[in-house]
């Protein structure tokens, strides 16, 4: 495919990227959850280089701040995200996930919570996370599972609303080890109307080098 017409495409899937404001927002109580659930029992160092992809107005950034973590920097494509993100104090930049400015083998956390079923090839957004991460580095994957009641795969911003067999093909493909695999389900009242919601969480690894190889 020429690249000008695969840029064309592209832009076509940016188009419908939207802002995440916290406020009445159901995802913020459900942040402070799984970062409870997920993040703090990861116990990273607190120097620890951590990015936020599809960061939304820097819900998790704030959390993460809160214990103790300083280098932490959001990623987004909503321009309502990214000065919301700044406000708070963070550094942010508007930027393609699967495409990331960051060094190979500098980040020791990348938190992707329902972010990646906007990628249109999650493969490659994969291989970009492995690019970036330390060796021994996480990777915390939120996405909603197939036919929920809110069908997710009718969100015009949504193009890889996948099976778990699928996610998990994937995760591997590109060079992970898959430590966590869970089932988040819970009932979501939305204008009186009380609908199932239904995510995959994933923590994945960046396999550790081997002994005696040294990083250069």
């Known amino acids: 495919m020429r690249a000008e017409k695969f840029l064309k495409y592209q832009q076509e899937a940016f188009s419908s990227v939207y802002s995440e404001p916290e406020e009445g927002n159901f995802h ?94 999650p493969f490659v957004s994969l291989r970009e996370f492995h690019r970036v ?21 009718a969100n015009p911003n949504h193009f890889s609303i996948l099976g778990l067999s699928m996610w998990k093909c994937l995760f591997e493909r590109a060079g992970f080890a898959i430590l966590a695999a869970d089932n988040f389900e819970f009932d979501l009242n939305l204008t009186g109307n009380t609908v199932r919601e239904h995510y995959f969480i994933f923590v994945l690894r960046k396999p550790p080098a081997p002994a005696g190889c040294i990083l250069v």
């Open 28 to 121: 913020t109580t459900l942040i402070e959850r799984v970062v409870a659930h997920y993040f703090d029992p990861l116990n990273l160092p607190r120097q620890s280089v951590i990015l936020d992809l599809g960061c939304g107005q820097g819900k998790f950034l704030s959390e993460v701040r809160n214990r103790g973590y300083t280098a932490l920097t959001g990623v987004t494509l909503s321009e309502d995200d990214f000065r919301a993100t700044q406000a708070k104090g963070f550094n942010a930049r508007m930027s393609d996930f699967s495409d990331l400015d960051d060094a190979d083998a500098s980040i020791d956390l990348i938190w992707c919570r329902h972010c990646l079923e906007h990628s249109i090839f």
């Open 133 to 153: 991460l330390r060796p021994g580095g996480y990777a915390y994957i939120e996405v909603p599972a197939p036919d929920n009641d809110r069908l997710h795969e």
